[in-house]
């Protein structure tokens, strides 16, 4: 067996039923919290160990973070809108929004520290503009929100 010394992938040689070897590719899965760009964030082998890649991955994080509170907090339904029209938009708004958290729950998930504060620098920032009184210039009114609120 062939080990990375970075901890980023170990290839392994094995024999099939039929007696041929085969080379495979094993990224390591950290278990903790650890710090670094070398990680796997959302798909296999991205953003690998590029830098460049990584920053791109926090971004994309950060924008995921960052968008799921605009949604919880936006008025896009129109007050003359249909019953039917109203249900279909929030029922796709509902469907985007909860993807995204997904989304960005499994990048959390990869255990790296720069993920997970950029997750909640976008959580946090989004709120800040979206949800807090501090860009409102009156009290919300009774019905704020094309969404209810996420739950846990």
Not at 6 to 24: S, V
Not at 92 to 117: C, E, K, T
């Amino acid at each position: 067996m062939d080990h990375d010394m970075g901890g980023m992938g170990q290839a392994m040689n094995n024999f099939n039923a039929t007696g041929w070897m085969t080379m495979t590719h094993h990224m390591m899965t950290h278990m903790t919290f650890f710090w670094g760009k070398n990680a796997e964030i959302l798909f296999d082998g991205w953003p690998g160990t590029r830098t460049g890649m990584y920053v791109l991955a926090l971004i994309s994080v950060f924008f995921f973070a960052f968008l799921v509170e605009w949604l919880s907090h936006c008025q896009l339904i129109k007050p003359g809108s249909t019953h039917l029209a109203a249900g279909l938009i929030q029922t796709f708004l509902h469907a985007l929004r909860i993807g995204l958290a997904y989304l960005v729950m499994l990048a959390v998930m990869s255990f790296n520290v720069g993920v997970f504060l950029v997750a909640v620098a976008g959580h946090t920032l989004g709120f800040l503009f979206f949800g807090s009184r501090v860009f409102k210039e009156s009290p919300p009114p009774a019905k704020t929100y094309d969404l209810p609120p996420m739950s846990c």
